[in-house]
């Protein structure tokens, strides 16, 4: 099991930057992925940016945000951070960090994913 708590949401104008932190309890797995996912009022949850076990599946995986979205994982303070720039309105979302210690797939199915931090909102507007 693990737990995950949010942080650092908040509202910022068309163009600003915005760091979410994720603080996740300690876990024992031989294959892991932790994730942002982000979910649109009247959209579906979106698989953002995703770190793996499997450094080659460590990246951004929506189209929108590459180039602009980072993310990083500290394992010494157990905490995965998404550092978004050049913010949209399109990028107001409530984001959520998710986990799965049964692997390394960074799944773009949300159902896939066991362990999911409360969220923390995003909001992008002049």
């Known amino acids: 099991q693990v737990q995950l708590v949010e942080s650092g949401g908040g509202s910022v104008q068309p163009g600003g930057s915005l760091s979410l932190s994720c603080k996740y309890s300690e876990f024992s797995a031989s294959g892991y992925a932790i994730g942002w996912f982000r979910q649109a009022p009247g959209k579906e949850r979106e698989l953002v940016c995703c770190?793996?076990?499997?450094?080659?599946?460590?990246?951004c995986y929506s189209d929108s945000v590459k180039g602009r979205f980072a993310i990083s994982m500290d394992s010494a303070t157990h905490t995965l951070n998404l550092h978004m720039d050049s913010l949209r309105p399109e990028d107001t979302a409530l984001y959520h960090c998710?986990?799965?210690?049964?692997?390394?797939?960074?799944?773009?199915?949300?159902?896939?994913?066991?362990?999911w931090g409360q969220g923390t909102q995003v909001s992008v507007s002049s």
């Open positions: 770190v793996s076990s499997d450094p080659r599946r460590t990246r």
């Open positions: 998710a986990a799965n210690l049964a692997g390394y797939i960074c799944y773009a199915t949300s159902a896939l994913w066991p362990y």
